[in-house]
């Protein structure tokens, strides 16, 4: 279809899942063991309804925000997500470019189709990229990536916290993953490959199972990088982050790709933000110590719900690949543009005339419960 006629980010999915070919359609919708997590993630914003206020002039409204300290079009970014050129021939590049002409943050994923430098190269003067990081079992590879992303700009590392194992995915356990595929991943060095079930096997056997809390005075000795772990699911760990010095966050269970039956990050959202505020007098959003949530983000609606109760901002993982496996670049604008329409018109509907006013007040949570 044309873009014109590509209405909502769903969209996107229901035509991804017509053209990609199945080993990448397998890939990217793959999500653990019997797939209840991933449901989960979305229809966990539906327990979270809004209380809207009137009369208030709407007639200007302003969506941007601060992540990290930089300027973003909207309250959410470019989660990564490994294998760009499983659906597209340009891969990563697609997203790194559309980030730029609407002004939104991407995160490089560490098992990128393209290299790092292409990506950065791509960028546009002054624009803002994060990296996800996985931790190599050889902490020098690891020390040599993180130091070549800082020299080459990257703001923020999001070290994922989620994965020591792969998860199940069941539907990409039964593709082969070939050795000529040309989306391969370019991030030298990082050790052998299993091709023999799926692509997230093949690319992920380096990630060290042995990391932990005590890795985080060795990332912030060789990093000025804001350090945010990635996949926090509970209010311990968001505790244990802070305490640490850390910058933030992103509760997220991986798109419902690692541990089945891990809640949804809206929902790990409401206990981190009144525990932390219970047990240190955190207020949210909060400029020292940022959280984001990942994980069925599929509306503006969503993301305000997200703000509302605390978080800084939200990622967007799947609907910005299926954009680009079915329209490249113009997808992925296409999708980010139909966000920019939405929260227009919410914040309107809603009448808060810019981030600051959507408070908690806006939104009855009182489906989700605290732990
Ligand atoms: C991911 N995600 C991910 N996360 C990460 O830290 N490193 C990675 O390499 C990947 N790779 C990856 C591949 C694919 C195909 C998907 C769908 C996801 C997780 C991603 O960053 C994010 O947490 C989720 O995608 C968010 O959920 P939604 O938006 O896809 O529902």
Redesign the pocket.
Known sequence: PHLSEILNLHDFEAIARTVLPEKAWA?????ADDEIT?RE??SAFHRVWFRPRILRDVTKVDWSTTILGHKSSMPLYI?????GK?GHPDGELTLTRAAAKHGVIQ?I????SCSFDEMVDAAAPGQVQFL???VNKDRGVTKRIVQHAEKRGIKGL?I?V??PQLGRREKDMRQKFEAEDPSEVKQAGQGGVDRSQGA?RA??SFIDPGLNWSDMSFFKSITNMPLIL??VQCWEDALEAYDMGLAGV?L??????QLEFARS?IEVLVEVVDKLKEKRGLNFPNEKFQLFV?????RATDVIKAIALGATAV???????YAFSSHGQEGVERALQILHDEFEMNMRLLGARNIKEIVPEMVDASNIHLH
């Open positions: 890939y990217y919708s793959s999500a991933i993630n979305h989660s990564a997500t490994a294998l499983l995160m994923p560490t098992l990128a996800q990081l996985y999001f994922t989620d994965a997230a690319i992920s990635k996949g992103v997220s269970n991986h798109g419902g790709r990050g990942d994980g069925g983000v599929r990622g967007l993982g799947r609907p910005f690949i």
